[in-house]
């Protein structure tokens, strides 16, 4: 399948190569591609840049919002949440009609320095602004309640954990958990829970999150759902 993945982070770049060796044809968008071409710095996790990234990994495609808008069958949304709108408008409002689009972003606002809070929560969520500003787009928020690497390989972790899904539509979430299988993830472990109003609870999910990643001084742990036995 055609799948295009905004945003050229270090989400942008894992799920893009993720997808690329599950043999889905990739592309990986950004602002501006001359800039995340010149960028020759290493990220937070000591990765190599964008450019050496992007020579290793030859056959994902890189493009701007717009040709990423046209080129994919699916969209993935691994912008900064203060930029995904915008991001998405460039990718095109008329692109995005009928397609998934899967949306890793979280609303977080660093403008107050650390801890972040969040831009939008409690009533609303950046999930909900996504689906209400591209109607006809059939989003499903997923995977944004871990780190990156767990995202594409649950096995990192000792034992198993959760994964949520929202969205509106049936068929289209039905198609992300088929995603989310091919990254690893068991039947069992995958959480639907409901329409995408029920983002508001996995994106404020985020601070107790980055409070776990503040005692545990790394991010290789996820949140895990346990039931009674009866
Ligand atoms: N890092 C994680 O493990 C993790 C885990 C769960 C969820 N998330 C969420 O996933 C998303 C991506 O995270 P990330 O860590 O890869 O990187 P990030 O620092 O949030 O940024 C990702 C990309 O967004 C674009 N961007 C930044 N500011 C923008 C703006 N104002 N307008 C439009 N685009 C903008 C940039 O791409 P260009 O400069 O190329 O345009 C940047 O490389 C975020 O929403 C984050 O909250 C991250």
Request: proline residues 3%; glycine residues 8%; neutral net charge.
């Given at each position: 399948?055609?799948i295009?993945?905004?945003?050229?982070?270090?989400?942008?770049?894992?799920?893009?190569?993720?997808?690329?060796?599950?043999?889905?044809?990739?592309m990986?968008?950004?602002?501006?591609?001359?800039?995340v071409?010149?960028n020759?710095?290493?990220d937070?996790?000591?990765?190599?840049?964008?450019?050496?990234?992007?020579?290793a990994?030859?056959?994902?495609?890189?493009?701007?919002?717009?040709?990423?808008?046209?080129?994919g069958?699916?969209?993935v949304?691994?912008?900064?949440?203060?930029?995904?709108?915008?991001?998405?408008?460039?990718?095109?409002?008329?692109?995005?009609?009928?397609?998934?689009?899967i949306?890793?972003?979280n609303?977080?606002?660093?403008?107050?320095?650390?801890?972040?809070?969040?831009?939008?929560?409690n009533?609303d969520s950046?999930?909900?602004q996504?689906?209400?500003t591209?109607?006809l787009?059939?989003?499903?928020?997923?995977?944004n309640?871990?780190?990156?690497?767990?995202?594409?390989?649950?096995?990192?972790l000792?034992?198993?954990?959760?994964?949520?899904?929202s969205?509106n539509d049936?068929?289209?979430?039905?198609?992300v958990?088929?995603?989310?299988?091919?990254?690893g993830?068991?039947?069992?472990t995958?959480?639907?829970?409901?329409?995408?109003?029920?983002?508001?609870?996995?994106?404020?999910?985020?601070?107790?999150?980055?409070?776990?990643?503040?005692?545990?001084?790394?991010a290789?742990?996820?949140?895990?759902?346990?039931?009674s036995?009866?």
């Amino acid at each position: 399948m055609k799948i295009s993945v905004l945003g050229t982070g270090v989400v942008g770049q894992t799920i893009a190569e993720k997808l690329s060796q599950l043999g889905h044809d990739v592309m990986i968008s950004t602002r501006n591609v001359q800039k995340v071409f010149e960028n020759t710095a290493t990220d937070r996790y000591g990765r190599p840049s964008f450019k050496e990234w992007s020579s290793a990994n030859s056959n994902i495609k890189v493009g701007t919002h717009a040709e990423a808008g046209t080129f994919g069958e699916m969209i993935v949304n691994a912008t900064n949440g203060a930029g995904s709108l915008e991001a998405l408008e460039a990718a095109g409002k008329k692109n995005l009609e009928n397609k998934i689009v899967i949306d890793i972003a979280n609303p977080l606002d660093f403008s107050k320095g650390m801890p972040p809070s969040l831009f939008v929560c409690n009533t609303d969520s950046l999930g909900e602004q996504i689906q209400r500003t591209f109607p006809l787009a059939k989003v499903v928020k997923t995977l944004n309640t871990m780190n990156t690497f767990i995202m594409v390989n649950p096995a990192l972790l000792a034992e198993d954990h959760n994964v949520f899904v929202s969205g509106n539509d049936g068929d289209s979430k039905s198609e992300v958990k088929a995603l989310l299988k091919s990254f690893g993830w068991k039947t069992s472990t995958i959480i639907d829970l409901g329409d995408i109003t029920t983002s508001r609870g996995t994106e404020q999910l985020l601070p107790i999150w980055i409070r776990l990643y503040g005692s545990f001084q790394h991010a290789m742990f996820n949140f895990k759902i346990v039931m009674s036995k009866s």
